[in-house]
Protein backbone atom coordinates (compact mmCIF):
# COMPACT_ATOMS: atom_id res chain seq x y z
CA UNK A 1 0.00 0.00 0.00
CA UNK A 2 1.23 3.48 -1.09
CA UNK A 3 -0.10 6.58 0.88
CA UNK A 4 1.01 9.64 -0.74
CA UNK A 5 -0.52 12.98 0.03
CA UNK A 6 -3.13 14.78 -1.44
CA UNK A 7 -4.76 17.74 -2.52
CA UNK A 8 -5.52 20.39 0.90
CA UNK A 9 -8.41 21.48 -1.20
CA UNK A 10 -11.35 19.84 -2.75
CA UNK A 11 -11.17 20.87 -7.33
CA UNK A 12 -13.20 24.57 -7.57
CA UNK A 13 -15.56 22.35 -9.75
CA UNK A 14 -16.65 20.03 -6.77
CA UNK A 15 -16.75 23.28 -4.16
CA UNK A 16 -19.31 25.25 -6.45
CA UNK A 17 -21.18 21.43 -6.18
CA UNK A 18 -20.71 21.41 -2.88
CA UNK A 19 -22.14 25.25 -2.13
CA UNK A 20 -25.54 24.25 -4.07
CA UNK A 21 -28.53 25.08 -2.40
CA UNK A 22 -31.04 21.97 -2.45
CA UNK A 23 -34.98 22.82 -3.45
CA UNK A 24 -35.81 19.73 -1.08
CA UNK A 25 -34.95 18.50 1.66
CA UNK A 26 -31.79 19.59 4.32
CA UNK A 27 -28.80 21.17 3.23
CA UNK A 28 -25.94 18.91 2.84
CA UNK A 29 -22.92 18.29 5.52
CA UNK A 30 -19.52 19.39 3.97
CA UNK A 31 -17.57 16.53 3.19
CA UNK A 32 -14.53 16.06 5.36
CA UNK A 33 -11.76 15.95 2.67
CA UNK A 34 -9.01 12.95 3.37
CA UNK A 35 -5.18 14.54 3.18
CA UNK A 36 -3.91 11.05 1.54
CA UNK A 37 -5.07 9.17 -1.28
CA UNK A 38 -4.30 5.33 -0.97
CA UNK A 39 -3.03 3.40 -3.93
CA UNK A 40 -2.39 -0.81 -3.90
CA UNK A 41 0.43 -2.08 -5.62
CA UNK A 42 -0.43 -5.56 -6.24
CA UNK A 43 1.06 -8.31 -9.03
CA UNK A 44 -1.32 -10.19 -11.48
CA UNK A 45 -0.31 -14.13 -12.34
CA UNK A 46 -0.78 -13.03 -16.14
CA UNK A 47 1.22 -10.27 -16.21
CA UNK A 48 4.92 -9.88 -15.03
CA UNK A 49 5.27 -5.95 -13.71
CA UNK A 50 3.17 -4.76 -10.50
CA UNK A 51 0.18 -2.78 -11.11
CA UNK A 52 -0.61 0.57 -8.62
CA UNK A 53 -4.43 1.39 -8.97
CA UNK A 54 -5.67 4.62 -6.41
CA UNK A 55 -8.12 2.80 -3.96
CA UNK A 56 -11.67 4.74 -4.33
CA UNK A 57 -13.65 2.31 -1.86
CA UNK A 58 -15.99 4.77 1.08
CA UNK A 59 -14.73 2.16 3.49
CA UNK A 60 -11.17 2.92 3.11
CA UNK A 61 -12.06 6.53 4.11
CA UNK A 62 -14.31 6.02 7.02
CA UNK A 63 -11.56 3.46 8.42
CA UNK A 64 -9.22 6.62 8.01
CA UNK A 65 -11.49 9.46 9.63
CA UNK A 66 -12.69 6.74 12.26
CA UNK A 67 -8.84 6.13 13.02
CA UNK A 68 -7.84 9.77 12.67
CA UNK A 69 -10.95 10.78 15.32
CA UNK A 70 -9.33 8.00 17.98
CA UNK A 71 -5.52 8.64 17.29
CA UNK A 72 -6.04 12.71 16.81
CA UNK A 73 -3.10 12.51 13.86
CA UNK A 74 -3.37 12.32 10.76
CA UNK A 75 -0.17 10.53 10.22
CA UNK A 76 -1.25 7.80 12.74
CA UNK A 77 -4.50 7.48 10.96
CA UNK A 78 -2.44 6.74 7.99
CA UNK A 79 -0.32 4.25 9.17
CA UNK A 80 -2.96 2.49 10.96
CA UNK A 81 -4.97 2.02 7.50
CA UNK A 82 -1.56 0.48 6.13
CA UNK A 83 -1.03 -1.74 8.97
CA UNK A 84 -4.60 -2.73 8.74
CA UNK A 85 -4.58 -3.32 5.06
CA UNK A 86 -1.13 -5.20 5.14
CA UNK A 87 -1.80 -7.25 8.62
CA UNK A 88 -5.39 -7.96 8.34
CA UNK A 89 -6.74 -7.78 4.76
CA UNK A 90 -3.63 -9.40 3.04
CA UNK A 91 -3.06 -11.97 5.33
CA UNK A 92 -1.13 -15.14 3.62
CA UNK A 93 -4.26 -17.07 5.52
CA UNK A 94 -6.80 -15.04 2.95
CA UNK A 95 -7.90 -15.09 -0.44
CA UNK A 96 -7.69 -11.26 -1.49
CA UNK A 97 -9.65 -9.94 -3.94
CA UNK A 98 -9.86 -6.69 -5.76
CA UNK A 99 -13.55 -4.90 -7.55
CA UNK A 100 -12.14 -3.11 -10.03
CA UNK A 101 -13.42 -0.56 -12.25
CA UNK A 102 -12.36 2.42 -14.71
CA UNK A 103 -12.93 5.93 -14.60
CA UNK A 104 -14.59 7.59 -17.45
CA UNK A 105 -13.34 9.10 -19.45
CA UNK A 106 -9.84 8.92 -19.10
CA UNK A 107 -9.82 4.75 -18.88
CA UNK A 108 -7.71 4.37 -15.53
CA UNK A 109 -8.22 2.02 -13.55
CA UNK A 110 -9.40 1.53 -9.78
CA UNK A 111 -9.87 -0.40 -6.68
CA UNK A 112 -13.87 0.43 -5.80
CA UNK A 113 -13.53 -2.24 -2.83
CA UNK A 114 -11.47 -5.15 -1.64
CA UNK A 115 -13.23 -8.54 -0.50
CA UNK A 116 -10.89 -10.89 1.96
CA UNK A 117 -12.21 -14.45 2.30
CA UNK A 118 -10.71 -17.07 3.83
CA UNK A 119 -8.61 -19.08 1.72
CA UNK A 120 -10.36 -22.18 0.98
CA UNK A 121 -8.41 -24.94 2.06
CA UNK A 122 -9.42 -27.50 -0.45
CA UNK A 123 -9.02 -31.18 0.94
CA UNK A 124 -8.24 -34.74 -0.68
CA UNK A 125 -10.65 -36.81 -2.83
CA UNK A 126 -9.39 -40.00 -1.09
Partial sequence: MEIRPA?????PKW??????MLL???????????PYSFHYVF????SEKPHTAMCEDWELGVLFLNEKARLGSDELA??????????ELCRNDKD?????GTKFPYNTWLVLGVFWPPKDQQGTLF
Fill in 15 to 20: QNLFSQ
Fill in 78 to 87: AQSVRKKFLG
Fill in 96 to 100: TRFFM
Fill in 43 to 46: ECED
Fill in 7 to 11: EEEWK
Fill in 24 to 34: FGPQQKPLTKL
